[in-house]
């Protein structure tokens, strides 16, 4: 697939098939989430791909308590949730770590499109998972930061029809 198309076809996907995505998709988008612009020590960042029925229904639930929402669907019920967790406080720039969990968040979705997976971005929801670090096995000192839903979507992912005069989604100046 060219980037340009897989970049077009990335979006939100709410809708998962109840079957578990194979190990080599799940190992391509790992790859690909582990291909990051800058090469620097990632000994601060760590994965943890979670696919066991009851520890996601188990975060699930730490969400929705959280959140109050009884009926919320958090992770819109993908069958894999992809953790990314940083060391805390750790180098110089400790910022820097939710960059890398942004760049890693960002080659995946767009690694799940390209093989005919659907994905969702999960910021806002990491913070309840804490209450569960113990299971979720991370080494120590480390703590979610971002993740990311995967799974086979239930309705056909289409890219939007790329058209050069269509304007930015984002507003942009030029300084030329």
Sequence with gaps: METLKALAMNRTTKNFLKKQISESDLQSVLQAGCSLPNKGIFDNLHLTVVQNPQTLGKIADAIKQAFNKPDMKPFYEAPTLIL???????????????GNAACIIDNIH????????GSVNLWTFVNPII??????????DFVPIAGIGIGYPADPIEAEVHNKNKSLRINCNFIK
């Design 84 to 98: 990314v967790s940083a060391l805390k406080q750790k180098g110089l720039f400790p910022s820097a770590e939710y």
């Design 110 to 117: 767009v690694a799940a499109v390209d093989i005919g997976l």
């Design 131 to 140: 209450t569960l670090i113990d299971q979720l096995e991370l080494p120590e």
